[in-house]
Nanobody
Framework: QVQLVESGGGLVQPGGSLRLSCAAS????????MGWYRQAPGNERELVAT???????NYVDSAKGRFTISRDNAKNTVYLQMNSLKPEDTAVYYC???????????????WGQGTQVTVSS
């Protein structure tokens, strides 16, 4: 079994910062791309940022210059540093990882349970 556990969400004032973490555990052979998505009430889940196994990154336009995604492969953990937060960043943030559980199979996507981020004064 593979689990992704997120942490670091909470309530922050506009202009503030939060750092989200997501740790993968269980029967893991290798982790390919990792990423963060978010879903606000009434909206579809949207991509925020991804990071490939080799470290290349991709961001949604609204996150560029404010958010930074990184990963620690030794800890099977991905991070999202969020600065200059805005009320429109309020959402449930979900961690995603493409995980290969054996040498013989391909990677498949796994999701965390989500962590609430609320930006409000």
């Amino acid at each position: 079994q593979v689990q992704l556990v997120e942490s670091g969400g909470g309530l922050v004032q506009p202009g503030g910062s939060l750092r989200l973490s997501c740790a993968a555990s269980g029967s893991i052979f290798s982790i390919h791309a990792m990423g963060w998505y978010r879903q606000a009430p009434g909206n579809e889940r949207e991509l925020v940022a991804t990071i490939a196994g080799g470290g290349s990154t991709n961001y949604v336009d609204s996150a560029k210059g404010r958010f930074t995604i990184s990963r620690d492969n030794a800890k099977n953990t991905v991070y999202l540093q969020m600065n200059s937060l805005k009320p429109e960043d309020t959402a449930v943030y979900y961690c995603n990882a493409d995980i290969q559980i054996s040498l013989w199979g391909g990677p498949r996507p796994y999701w965390g349970q989500g962590t609430q981020v609320t930006v409000s004064s």
